[in-house]
């Protein structure tokens, strides 16, 4: 019988342990309870929708008055629609924003994601930033410091409530009230 053998094998099986054994625990250490996840408010996309309604509205009107409709017209408006919903869509799901109980992540792309981190232990300021467009329908972005202008949270629907609800969970955070998933 040969003892030296397997040698090779099993050392490369227990190394392979050690290393699943290590990655739990990383995985351990690095695994945050999520709170929350936003996405961009819908109501950036508002003068879009007005238009697709506005023409739905003026094909019904010519339909009611008796008028006929050109069929390649109300095909490009159909597809214009359906366009316009689908490309507003897709350009909301392009970034999302999760709070957990220690950070801020926003995640921005469609196939490369970028993801950044920010800890709340180093967030020293927050800004709301509203036009007159978003002050009006309640929506804005929150911009982020951390000792100078840090990541923007864009489109965030009620920003003043959201601000609020986010200092709270940083005060938490800060303290020590928060726990470990």
């Avoid at 009611?64 to 629609?81: C, E, H, P, S, T």
Wanted: charged share 20%; proline share 3%.
């Amino acid at each position: 019988m040969c003892f030296g053998c397997g040698l090779g094998w099993e050392l490369n099986v227990y190394k392979i342990l050690i290393l699943i054994d290590y990655m739990k625990k990383v995985k351990k250490s690095v695994h945050r309870k999520s709170i929350r996840k936003l996405r961009p408010s819908r109501k950036l996309y508002f003068p879009y929708y007005l238009m697709a309604f506005v023409l739905i509205f003026l094909m019904g009107y010519v339909k009611y008055v008796g008028r006929d409709i050109n069929d390649f017209a109300f095909k490009i408006v159909l597809f214009f629609i359906f366009a316009v919903i689908i490309v507003t869509e897709i350009h909301r799901f392009g970034e999302s924003y999760h709070l957990t109980s220690s950070s801020v992540i926003l995640n921005t792309g469609y196939f490369g994601i970028l993801s950044k981190r920010m800890e709340f232990e180093a967030i020293s300021d927050i800004q709301i930033l509203q036009g007159p467009w978003q002050r009006m329908l309640n929506f804005g972005d929150v911009q982020l410091f951390k000792f100078g202008p840090g990541p923007t949270l864009k489109n965030i629907n009620r920003p003043n409530a959201f601000v609020n609800e986010l200092e709270n969970i940083i005060v938490r955070a800060k303290s020590g009230e928060h726990d470990e998933g």
